[in-house]
């Protein structure tokens, strides 16, 4: 079986770069000036989204563009890995993928780079938000984006009032501030109301995710491609310090510290939030329906994530799903124009309709709801990034590991991010 896939993969792999001259040449044609000329026959999109949600969608843009047929097979998430590998290997494999940002790194060699020759960089930037350049690397596109999911601040509007807080806050000084106020404890110090969940990492949903943000929001990638290679930068010394970032977070689990607030004695951040024991709750957009069916009683909104004071650019994290084209598909120039499609068209619309999310192209982006949350997960959308994540249940570990180093005194900070660093780096060689 390995000797066959092995076979296969070179043939695969032949086929792909034959194509690949045609793409470099011109002879395939992509962008913003795609045609559908030469897009004849069916190819087959693989994703995790339920049928039932993206249907419409699908039966629209099949109705839209009639010189191709796209089908749609869901796959389950527990075994999507597994079962492309087994039907690469078989040479049955889809000619798309939805590709989420994480799996990105994971998937890159089967996936077939957009030659930028074919798809411009100015195109791609023009076109889409910021958080879908996690698909850019120095061989050509990994994936064209369809849709974002940011990060943002969920606020109990019932706590601030009662602390007679008229807005949340849009800095992290504004922030640091508010927490001693908004933490109540008992008569033995016991936390019973939390103003946020920061500090720790086992009981916080998204904590790699905060942690994330909090690094890129000083400068810092997290990752960086150089000559073909990816590397860490965490622990880059020409960059900024990430030790006092780390601290920062930290803190907020420190019973000597003011900021004190969280402790791994709590319950689940998202479940404290949505039984009304804490003001400030970071989770995605996509979040939404879930926070709501988990207490339609609470009484809360959507806010932009603090803000460095003082910093000339705002920054959050997302989540960017896009649609890849298979580096073992047997109708390459269908492909590549089904993925410009899918991504350039009203389906790009609908499909982040359906998952409660923000679409990824920028023309998108600037028609806003008028309800009382998506205003805010647009505009979040539009300064959101996202980083190459290669393996997210190592790095969950990684990063946990940097957290709880500080927090048991075995290291200091800076000792910290330099370790975390350099365990990033070894998932990174391949």
Known sequence: MKGNFQTILI????????????????????????????????????????????????????RTNQSLILKYVQKDPETFDQDLLEALASGVGPDLFFLPDNLAFHYKNRIFPIPYESYSLASFKNNFAGA?????????????????????????????????????????????????????????????????????????????????????????????????????????????????????????SNPLKESYSWN????????????????????????????????????????????????????????VTGVAVSSFSKNLNTAFIAASLLANSDFASKFANALNIAPARRDLLALKPTDAYFPIFYSSALYAKAWLDPSPEDTDDIFRGMVENVLSNKMTTYDAVKDASAKLNLLLVN
């Open 264 to 319: 791994r004695s709590l319950p689940d951040s998202q479940d404290f939030f949505s039984a009304d024991g804490l003001a400030f709750y970071f989770g995605y957009a996509g979040e939404l329906k879930s926070l709501i069916n988990k207490n339609p009683n609470l009484n809360f909104l959507p806010a932009p994530v603090p803000q460095i004071k003082n910093s000339n650019f705002k920054l959050t994290s997302a989540r």
């Open 132 to 252: 879908g350049e996690v698909f850019l690397t120095s061989k050509g596109i990994l994936a064209f984006p369809i849709a974002i999911d940011p990060l943002v601040m969920y606020y109990n509007r019932s706590m601030l009032d009662a602390n007679s807080i008229v807005y949340p806050p849009t800095s992290w000084d504004e922030f640091t501030e508010l927490v001693p106020s908004l933490t109540k404890k008992d008569e033995n110090k016991k936390i019973i109301k939390s103003a946020t969940a920061l500090g720790q990492f086992s009981n916080i949903t998204n904590a790699k995710d905060i942690i994330s943000t909090l690094f890129m929001q000083a400068g810092n990638p997290i990752l960086s491609e150089e000559k073909g290679y990816f590397i860490s930068t965490l622990g880059d010394s020409g960059r900024v310090d990430l030790g006092p970032i780390l601290g920062f977070y930290t803190d907020f």
């Open 11 to 62: 043939i695969g792999f032949i086929v792909a770069a034959l194509l690949g001259i045609l793409v470099f040449s011109g002879a395939i044609k992509i962008g913003n000036d795609t045609t559908q000329k030469g897009a004849l026959g069916t190819v087959v999109l693989w994703g995790t989204v339920k049928t039932g949600i993206i249907a419409t969608a699908l039966d629209d843009f099949n």
